[in-house]
């Protein structure tokens, strides 16, 4: 199956579909946060999360602090690493906007008491790992029919809570066909 190439661009999200399944992506949903034909695109899996104490993640939080927090499953390129998508820009200083309302970024006062507040506050999303493709790859992707593109407003899907986004790509789209653009 060979499909026309389609627009895409970051804020639209991924949805994959039965080819991907036995792979890394099978029913993933992925929001697309940055994408450049000449340089590759990056985004985040967004139905597919763990709650993790954040001891085993962070150093220098106290070893008795057991509290688990959900954590988005980013993908699995660099699934070791650490990102904090920030629903308000006032979280850290001076983060970078990926889209209107959400950054990434960012420095945080050097103090365990800000660190906490960020971590803790309803408008960040941790994520562990990310989505990743290389120079053309994501549009043969496309053009085969791996993903479908589905376009909704991001910082309302984010809003929900993490537990409310494990949801399959049809449940994804059915449930946010509302806000579709």
Known sequence: MHLEPQIIYPGQF???????DGTDFEKAVILLLDHDEKEGSYGIVINNHSHIPLNEVFSGLPHNDWKTEPFFLGGPVDD???????????????????LPGIYMGGRVENSLTAMEEMLFS????????????GIGQLS??????????????PLKVLNCQIDELKLSPDEFQHKFEELSA
């Open 140 to 153: 043969q992707e496309l053009s085969k029919g791996a993903w479908k593109v589905y376009s909704t407003n």
């Open 122 to 133: 309803d408008h960040s999303r941790l994520i562990l790992g990310y989505s990743g493709w």
């Open 14 to 20: 991924l949805l994959a579909t039965e080819l991907l």
């Open 80 to 98: 070791s690493k650490v990102q904090i998508l920030q629903l308000s820009k006032s979280l850290t200083i001076e983060p970078q906007e990926l």
